[in-house]
């Protein structure tokens, strides 16, 4: 499939964990995976991302040391969200790049539906 399919959203507290991953095809993934997210009311916003070749990975500033993006040799890629903060509720999407800058959605050219990540206080 081309699209990209999320899954491991949910509702967890502030400070607990939860994992997103999300699979595609081939084609998908080629050169880039990311995630992005959006709340209600803001612009989508970069997240992570990682380079399928290389594994190099990048980060948003407001989850620097808390998000780790990871992909393994099945086209999944992952983010492991610790440290949850009321202020990462959204809805997370996965995606496959196109062509251009990494950080802007713009970018990427194969979206998920999205999935669902509420933290409580």
């Known amino acids: 499939q081309v699209q990209p399919v999320e899954s491991g959203g949910g509702l967890v507290q502030a400070g607990g964990s939860l994992r997103l991953s999300c699979v595609a095809s081939?084609?998908?993934?080629?050169?880039?995976a990311g995630w992005f997210r959006q709340a209600p009311g803001k612009e989508r916003e970069f997240v992570a991302a990682?380079?399928?070749?290389?594994?190099?990975t990048y980060y948003g500033d407001s989850v620097k040391a808390r998000f780790t993006i990871s992909r393994d040799n099945k086209n999944t890629v992952y983010l492991q969200m610790n440290s949850l903060k009321p202020e990462d509720t959204a809805v997370y999407y996965c995606?496959?790049?196109?062509?251009?800058?990494?950080?802007?959605?713009?970018?990427?050219?194969?979206w998920g539906q999205g999935t669902q990540v509420t933290v409580s206080t």
């Open positions: 081939e084609r998908t993934f080629s050169s880039y």
């Open positions: 990682i380079n399928w070749s290389d594994g190099s």
């Open positions: 995606a496959g790049h196109g062509a251009g800058y990494i950080y802007h959605s713009t970018s990427w050219s194969y």
